[in-house]
């Protein structure tokens, strides 16, 4: 055996235990990389259940009608405010922008631009 075909062995040798060395410290990076992410998802499924709780208790009906009588001065609409579609002509007067026929009223301008 020449000392040739020696040297190329031992080169593709310590070529391989580098290379298992570089492949097992890359594994490492990526298994302390995967624990970050799954701390961060743990973290954002954390705070979606917080988030989620808030929303429910935001959203029920005794908490809206508080919060529109304490920081809107909102009151539940009496009886007498209430008004049919035929009534509110006479309550508060027929629409501008219609004619005496009910029809939409258009412009002498309007219907030359268009």
């Known amino acids: 055996m020449s000392w040739r075909a020696l040297f190329i062995g031992v080169a593709i040798i310590g070529l391989l235990i580098f290379s298992l060395y ?3 410290y890359g594994a490492m990076e990526s298994a302390e990389e995967i624990a970050e992410v799954q ?12 988030l989620l709780g808030e929303l429910s208790h ?23 405010q ?3 579609p035929e009534d509110l002509d006479q309550l508060i007067g027929p629409p501008a922008n219609l004619d005496e026929v009910g029809e939409p009223r258009q412009d002498r301008e309007g219907a030359q631009d268009g």
Do not use: N
């Open 82 to 84: 209430f008004a049919r």
């Open 39 to 50: 701390e961060q998802i743990d973290a954002e499924i954390r705070e979606r259940k917080i």
């Open 58 to 80: 935001l959203s029920r009906q005794e908490w809206i009608e508080e919060y529109a009588r304490s920081e809107l001065g909102m009151v539940p609409a009496r009886a007498e």
């Open 22 to 24: 570089r492949a097992k």
